[in-house]
């Protein structure tokens, strides 16, 4: 660990220019420790999704940087994030995954808290003197927002307010949500592994078509013909955008944008039977197209810095473990429609497991060529990442005054890297 | 003597051990043609990631294979362009601690123990797995029906694997 002294002396944002960063940014463990305090401490982070807390008393684990919290939802409804941190001697409250209950008490000595995180109760009080007033000892409370039913927190009480930080994203964020169906998006599960490489490398990757039709040709392979040409990526006229505030849209299937147009159109073969099942569930015929229409997802990446992607059908959540080593979750999602949408919702957890998480047709291709990358850095002091590559998106794709390039263009890289570059120098 | 009368002999603990061992050894000669032959028709191939859970169709799972996607998984691991698997991480399995859990005209139960050491890039890494087998008494032989690998730490942060449990 370095000092807070050493940290500051360090100018890190000279390692980003333009478009080209030093190896070091993968690599240098002050830089990490500099990245959770001036990154993961200073702005919005994402740490559950309102389905997650499915009511009163409910709550999740979780972790805001390098920091393990505690997300609960109170007895009234309210949304807390608590560090997971007793107040008397730091025991954690609570190792649960997830689950339901009204009270928090600390293993160690018997605090007991309440969701909200105010302390309820200590053991043998006569040992503490008359000056002691528990209300003085609550759990540590972070900052906590929400937007399209996604939890963010932050350490910081002057960051500007949540919806000012997402800006031009929230726009992307109602559309992805469109996959609930018309039901509204749930949690399905989740599968989460660890690369031994730095947490920028997964950042790069949700907003990198280039290595798709590369790095995945085995799952291309797997598909169907007719799926087979939903996912050239590249030869779709999409693009990608930069949405300000280090976030991005890489839109690789520009007509699966907007989940709730084009339902008239014939229902592709491939869903017939789907079709057929969601009809026989009861639903009206505009109800099973929309449902059949949003089972694959959005056909874009809408990258979150620093920690969140809403990733065609699902959400990538990263998290720093250390300098070369990083935690992806790939959070499945479906529609929250109960039993009669359970045909939907079965299909696309069979999708996602398809390309996703330890053993998907996707996944340990890309954890592989993560890890390549961790080992590469190693040789070639000052030669730098290239994130350069782009030329202008197609014509009328991006809003007017964004940055934009064209599909396989490095403009989401580019734009997280500024935003990383802000944030080291401020 | 009222074995006499038996069309052919009960399958035995070590009929059922030898050939949950050719498997084990299929998988790690990465000898997946002849493993998929192993399978019965309807057989489902699941690794879950979470403890507990029976309705793995409705659960996600780290893989739920039938027999397509078996063999599409196959296709992948054996054709060269699956960087994680070309190659992958060389494993070293061995399956114990066998428990015959139910028994039918038809089939057999089995729940063992399994670990895996994996080795690339320098690093050993061991996966330790509960193996829930159902083995159908068929015409032609033993046939897996069903195979249920939960890894120990399934429910926690796994990595990359290039190979088959």
């Given at each position: 660990m370095h000092s807070e002294d050493a940290v500051a002396?360090?100018?890190?944002?000279?390692?980003?220019?333009g478009d080209r960063a030093d190896g070091a940014i993968y690599r240098d463990p002050a830089l990490f420790d500099a990245e959770m305090d001036r990154i993961f401490k200073q702005t919005w982070v994402w740490v559950a999704h309102?389905?997650?807390?499915?009511?009163?008393n409910t709550f999740k684990t979780g972790n805001v940087g390098t920091s393990p919290v505690l997300i609960t939802r109170d007895k009234k409804g309210e949304v807390h994030v608590l560090l997971n941190r007793c107040r008397h001697r730091a025991a954690s409250v609570c190792e649960k995954k997830k689950g339901k209950q009204s009270v928090f008490v600390c293993p160690y000595h018997g605090w007991s808290y309440d969701?909200?995180?105010?302390?309820r109760k200590v053991p043998h009080r006569w040992g503490y003197d008359e000056n002691f007033d528990p209300a003085d000892y609550p759990l540590f409370s972070l900052r906590v927002e929400q937007y399209a039913g996604m939890i963010f927190a932050t350490f910081n009480a002057d960051a500007p307010p949540l919806e000012e930080h997402l800006g031009a994203a929230r726009k992307w964020m109602d559309l992805f949500m469109k996959q609930g169906g018309g039901f509204g998006v749930k949690v399905l599960g989740q599968h989460s592994f660890r690369f031994p490489g730095n947490w920028k490398i997964q950042l790069e990757n949700t907003t990198d078509a280039y290595h798709f039709p590369i790095v995945h040709k085995t799952f291309l392979d797997s598909l169907d013909e007719e799926t087979e040409n939903v996912f050239d990526v590249l030869g779709q006229g999409g693009w990608v955008e930069d949405l300000g505030n280090g976030h991005s849209v890489m839109v690789?299937?520009?007509?699966?944008?907007?989940?709730?147009?084009?339902?008239?159109?014939p229902i592709p073969d491939r869903f017939a039977d789907l079709a057929a099942e969601l009809a026989a569930e009861g639903h009206d015929d505009m109800t099973v197209r929309r449902l059949v229409r949003a089972v694959g997802g959005t056909g874009f990446n809408l990258n979150l810095f620093p920690n969140v992607a809403c990733s065609m059908a699902f959400f990538r959540v990263l998290r720093p473990i250390d300098v070369e080593t990083t935690e992806i979750t790939h959070v499945a999602i479906g529609m929250n429609g109960g039993e009669s949408v359970g045909p939907a919702n079965r299909a696309r957890i069979r999708l996602h497991e398809h390309f996703q998480g330890p053993m998907g047709f996707g996944t340990p291709d890309d954890a592989e060529g993560w890890e390549r990358v961790q080992r590469g850095v190693r040789a070639g002091e000052g030669m730098p990442i290239l994130v350069n590559r782009g030329v202008p998106a197609p014509e009328g794709t991006a809003e007017p005054g964004h940055d934009a390039g064209d599909v396989s263009s490095e403009v989401g890289m580019r734009a997280a890297y500024r935003m990383w570059k802000r944030m080291m120098e401020e | 003597m009222s074995a006499v009368t038996l069309e052919r002999p009960a399958v035995t603990l070590a009929d059922l051990t030898a050939f949950v061992w050719a498997e084990a050894d299929l998988l790690d000669r990465l000898a997946y043609k002849d493993w998929l032959k192993l399978w019965s028709a309807d057989g489902l191939y699941i690794v879950p990631v979470e403890r507990g859970v029976t309705d793995h169709a409705n659960a996600v799972n780290v893989l739920y294979d039938d027999a397509e996607m078996r063999e599409m998984r196959v296709k992948r691991l054996l054709s060269g362009f699956s960087m994680s698997s070309a190659p992958p991480a060389r494993t070293v399995r061995t399956v114990s601690r066998f428990v015959e859990t139910a028994r039918s005209e038809t089939s057999v139960d089995l729940r063992a123990a399994q670990v895996i050491v994996e080795y690339k890039y320098e690093r050993h890494r061991v996966l330790a797995a509960d193996v829930d087998y159902r083995i159908a008494l068929s015409a032609d032989g033993l046939k897996l029906a069903r195979k249920v690998v939960t890894l120990i730490n399934c429910d926690d942060p796994l990595h990359g694997i290039g190979y088959l449990l």
């Open positions: 002396e360090r100018p890190w944002g000279a390692l980003f220019e309102e389905s997650e807390l499915p009511g009163p969701p909200d995180g105010s302390l690789m299937i520009p007509s699966l944008i907007d989940l709730e147009a084009d339902l008239e159109a | -």
